[in-house]
T-cell receptor
């Protein structure tokens, strides 16, 4: 089975611009989560989607948004980029099922390295 | 709320010697805990998972971890370090439903030849 794929792998943007990152989950996985990794703050949860619905959201400003499509692929968008948004953005997919309780493994993609200048 | 604390930011070992990475957790419910590894410029790879079955969990590449409720710990060990084990390791706790992972700050492992 193919793993989680993320595109693009590297991106350079200017302050004030917006950016869209894409994530394709493992086939059959309907849950997709996004995380931001920075040297100062470590790995932080952004949001999680299941069947096109956002189920959970981290403590990030409204400039960070996401969506999930019917084929489970997900995108995240950051508007009005700031220098502090420079980070590795990781996407993870999981078999987590609707209405079930328990921790399913999350499988991570290689990440998108975003640099804001 | 749930959280984890990794007690060492950096661990240095010689090749062939044991590795111990320490993690304490805090959770208001029976937690699900994970260890992930991240090699330079790579994504995260799951090493092992604890979800209230056996307290001693075996993972990939010879790693194992022991869940100790009385000590709220989930330490990761490997009997014999290999050069390829040089990486950053994260202890992780899941929320009750498994939707959101909370990561520790990470432990960087250096392996000396």
């Amino acid at each position: 089975k193919a793993g989680v794929t993320q595109t693009p792998r590297y991106l350079i943007k200017t302050r004030g611009q917006q950016v869209t990152l894409s994530c394709s989950p493992i086939s059959g996985h309907r849950s997709v989560s996004w995380y931001q990794q920075t040297p100062g703050q470590g790995l932080q949860f952004l949001f999680e989607y299941f069947s096109e619905t956002q189920r959970n959201k981290g403590n990030f400003p409204g400039r960070f948004s996401g969506r999930q499509f019917s084929n489970s692929r997900s995108e995240m968008n950051v508007s009005t980029l700031e220098l502090g948004d420079s980070a590795l953005y990781l996407c993870a997919s999981s078999l987590a099922l609707l209405g079930t309780r328990g921790a399913y493994e999350q499988y991570f993609g290689p990440g998108t390295r975003l640099t804001v200048t | 709320a749930q959280s984890v604390t990794q007690l060492d930011s950096h661990v240095s070992v010689s090749e062939g010697t044991p590795v111990l990475l320490r993690c304490n957790y805090s959770s208001s419910y029976s937690p699900s805990l994970f260890w992930y590894v991240q090699h330079p410029n790579k994504g995260l790879q799951l090493l092992l998972k604890y979800t209230s079955a056996a307290t001693l969990v075996k993972g990939i590449n010879g790693f194992e971890a022991e869940f100790k409720k009385s000590e709220t710990s989930f330490h990761l060990t490997k009997p014999s370090a290999h050069m390829s084990d040089a990486a950053e390791y994260f202890c992780v706790v899941s929320d009750r439903w498994g939707y959101k992972l909370s990561f520790g700050a990470g432990t960087t492992v250096t392996v000396r030849a």
